[in-house]
């Protein structure tokens, strides 16, 4: 094959991978509902550097406090209804998910 017609085709080759790789090495997101005072699902299961989207459906405020695995506890704030708090998860561990305001909303997020 002639070097005129290779090169159009590794550049090809290169423009498509710098398409498709990229979409692989992005953050998963997981989905929990807060609604009817309760976390929805009350556990799951993801990766290291994912993400966990909380959307409050109830028509009440809720609170977000992560108890994380080293023993320090972290507040992500406040949503009322229809707002998300989107927190992403760097390190293995089990964490702790509790609403303050609501202290019977637990769940628990295993990152492995």
């Known amino acids: 094959m002639s070097r005129t017609r290779t090169a159009p085709r590794i550049a090809s080759l290169a423009l498509l991978s710098c398409l498709i ?13 807060q609604r009817d005072l309760k976390f929805v699902p009350d556990a799951v299961t993801i990766k290291a550097g994912d993400r966990v989207r909380f959307t409050d459906s109830d028509h009440i405020t809720h609170n977000i406090t992560i108890d994380n695995p080293d023993g320090t506890s972290s507040d992500k704030g406040m ?17 702790h998910v509790h609403c303050k305001i609501h202290p019977m909303m637990k769940m628990t997020i295993t990152v492995k």
């Open 21 to 33: 790789l990229p979409v692989s090495v992005y953050a998963a997101e997981t989905a929990v509902d």
């Open 79 to 95: 949503d009322t209804f229809g707002q998300d708090i989107v927190v992403s998860f760097a390190k293995p561990g089990v964490y």
